[in-house]
């Protein structure tokens, strides 16, 4: 029996690769200065650019890496490939539908068509990639703390994208109720933390607590830590989301506590997880890392730094004159950040199976290392984050220009970025060397000199 | 008179896995210490061994190469490959080459 087609996602190469595309459209309209940082947040074209970075970038780049991934923790395959593919197209159609409408806001009739029918077809294409995924997810027993994460992960997903359909009613039909009404000009905040905060956060630091003790050869087992993290981030989430939606469309005088309480085990869970990664770097075996997880690094510090500004702007009660940085440094820095580092090994690690994993105990076969020219990219991936680490700073002064700027360096370096994930999928470097006159030591497999 | 089928031998297998590679890690499985037990009775190979992490996305792959690698061997009539996940593998199980190629402790911590 041959099951490793099972345990490949066929179409998450084509998730990424449409992902990387929405990021580079995104950061373009926000370099173009059609969308922010030189118009409000509820501009149109920053409408257009969020919901790429968040839907087209992200929520493609988490599905396809689950599609991949959720088979591997749970050891149970996905019910069909093909609901990776639906996943796919409906996102791309339903998210050009919706950017379509944005920018038809503001008193074009295309708008109140495009936007629900758009956000209709992302919240079917989610049920569809969601469906796929639950069905590995609830069969595995016992759980893995990363399938725990994940499953939160995906109820706020649900929730975030139901939201937002309740939005795009909101925002293109006139004769909507009170309380549609209430929920827009108040719930928008919720959104954006059940996006980023619930679905992608809770998914990111599922899947980092795998990926980075397995390819550091660190301990596993998370301990009470790794559930703390769990229950204070799912518990943090569920309470903030549920007490401010109640309280944008109730005027209920306690809701503040249990929101702020909620706020406050959100703050907690993300500091825990960072003691918890510094834990996993620290008790690592395998003291030479490879880039992905030394590039991590720079995501991390964005998390913490995020989470640093938020706290003392919370206190000195500034949370919304910083929340246009925190937003870039949280969706840029920590998430996008922590993607495409660890996409840099993902690709690599699905070119490696497909095109020599068959090939294994039959002749030599390179490295996944090989695949890869971790010196080219090392430079990239710093351009990156210091390109974010300026931007953030030009947010920070009110400086448009100086923002636009920075982020073009930032596409320059994801751009760039993109060509080394098209080299490692084409096995560019592994057949530049093998065919180069080094080959057959270090680039093939079989190490010598450890022969007994 | 036909000639006699060779026997396959510990050490041929041994020897013979040194061309399968955890592709992750870049190293043979046997120096890694992926190899628990190997069981030879006439052509046929029981062989017990353990993945670095458990969900290997290479699992698979990794235990194909060893089945084609063996099913190559003279006298070789079968194979057949256990994962187990009991004991856990650790850095610990990797031989000195191995250790000092990955900059790892001695005692594997």
């Known amino acids: 029996?041959?099951?490793?087609?099972?345990?490949?996602?066929?179409?998450?190469?084509?998730?990424?690769?449409?992902?990387?595309?929405?990021?580079?459209?995104?950061?373009?309209?926000?370099?173009?200065?059609?969308?922010?940082?030189?118009?409000?947040?509820?501009?149109?074209?920053?409408?257009?650019?969020?919901?790429?970075?968040?839907?087209?970038?992200?929520?493609?780049?988490?599905?396809?890496?689950?599609?991949?991934f959720v088979p591997v923790i749970t050891g149970r395959k996905l019910p069909s490939q093909w609901f990776a593919l639906a996943t796919l197209v409906g996102v791309e159609l339903g998210l050009a539908s919706m950017v379509c409408g944005f920018l038809a806001l503001g008193g074009n009739a295309l708008a109140a068509v495009l936007l629900p029918i758009g956000g209709s077809v992302v919240v079917i294409a989610v049920l569809t990639g969601g469906a796929a995924l639950l069905v590995?997810?609830?069969?595995?027993?016992?759980?893995?703390?990363?399938?725990?994460?994940?499953?939160?992960?995906?109820?706020?997903?649900?929730?975030?994208?139901?939201?937002?359909?309740?939005?795009?009613?909101?925002?293109?039909?006139?004769?909507?109720?009170?309380?549609?009404?209430?929920?827009?000009?108040?719930?928008?905040?919720?959104?954006?933390?059940?996006?980023?905060?619930?679905?992608?956060?809770?998914?990111?630091?599922?899947?980092?607590?795998?990926?980075?003790?397995?390819?550091?050869?660190?301990?596993?087992?998370?301990?009470?830590?790794?559930?703390?993290?769990?229950?204070?981030?799912?518990?943090?989430?569920?309470?903030?989301?549920?007490?401010?939606?109640?309280?944008?469309?109730?005027?209920?005088?306690?809701?503040?506590?249990?929101?702020?309480?909620?706020?406050?085990?959100?703050?907690?869970?993300?500091?825990?997880?960072?003691?918890?990664?510094?834990?996993?770097?620290?008790?690592?075996?395998?003291?030479?890392?490879?880039?992905?997880?030394?590039?991590?690094?720079?995501?991390?510090?964005?998390?913490?730094f995020t989470v640093l500004l938020a706290a003392w702007a919370a206190a000195a009660g500034r949370l919304a004159a910083f929340a246009p940085v925190l937003v870039l440094l949280f969706l840029l820095g920590w998430l996008s950040g922590l993607g495409l580092t660890q996409l840099y090994k993902i690709v690599a690690f699905l070119s490696w199976l497909q095109r020599f994993g068959n090939r294994l105990g039959r002749a030599p076969v390179p490295r996944v290392q090989d695949l890869v020219n971790e010196q080219r990219a090392a430079g990239l991936f710093a351009l990156y984050f210091t390109a974010l680490g300026a931007a953030a700073v030009a947010v920070a002064f009110g400086q448009p220009v100086a923002t636009r700027a920075a982020l073009a360096v930032s596409l320059l370096a994801v751009l760039l970025l993109a060509r080394e994930y098209a080299r490692a999928w084409r096995g560019y470097y592994a057949v530049d060397r093998s065919s180069g006159p080094s080959s057959g030591t270090t680039t093939l497999s079989r190490i010598k000199g450890v022969h007994p | 008179m036909p000639e006699a089928t060779p026997m396959v031998t510990i050490e041929d297998v041994r020897g013979a896995l040194h061309d399968v590679i955890d592709p992750e890690l870049g190293f043979n499985i046997v120096d890694l210490g992926l190899l628990y037990d190997i069981g030879i009775e006439g052509g046929l190979i029981d062989l017990t061994m353990t993945m670095t992490t458990p969900g290997c996305p290479a699992q698979d792959y990794i235990v194909g190469g060893v089945e084609r690698r063996l099913a190559e061997l003279p006298g070789v009539s079968g194979v057949f490959v256990n994962v187990v996940w009991s004991p856990p593998w650790s850095p610990r199980r990797m031989s000195r080459a191995a250790k000092a190629h990955f900059r790892i402790r001695e005692d594997g911590e």
């Open chain 1, 1 to 68: 029996m041959n099951t490793t087609a099972d345990r490949l996602s066929r179409w998450t190469p084509s998730i990424f690769a449409c992902a990387l595309v929405n990021l580079a459209l995104g950061l373009l309209l926000a370099i173009s200065g059609l969308a922010w940082p030189e118009t409000p947040a509820g501009a149109p074209a920053t409408l257009a650019m969020v919901h790429l970075l968040t839907i087209g970038w992200l929520m493609l780049l988490m599905l396809g890496a689950l599609f991949q």
């Open chain 1, 136 to 304: 590995p997810l609830m069969r595995k027993r016992p759980r893995p703390l990363s399938a725990w994460f994940i499953l939160a992960g995906l109820a706020f997903l649900l929730l975030t994208v139901l939201l937002g359909l309740t939005f795009a009613f909101a925002l293109t039909v006139p004769s909507a109720g009170p309380l549609l009404a209430l929920l827009l000009a108040s719930g928008v905040a919720y959104h954006v933390l059940a996006g980023l905060g619930g679905w992608f956060t809770l998914t990111a630091i599922g899947v980092s607590y795998e990926l980075l003790p397995m390819f550091m050869l660190a301990p596993h087992e998370r301990g009470r830590l790794g559930k703390a993290v769990l229950w204070l981030g799912a518990g943090g989430f569920a309470a903030a989301l549920a007490a401010g939606l109640a309280g944008a469309l109730w005027p209920l005088r306690w809701i503040g506590v249990p929101e702020q309480a909620g706020r406050l085990a959100i703050v907690l869970a993300l500091a825990l997880y960072l003691v918890d990664v510094a834990r996993i770097y620290h008790d690592r075996r395998r003291r030479q890392i490879e880039l992905h997880n030394r590039a991590a690094v720079g995501a991390f510090i964005s998390l913490g």
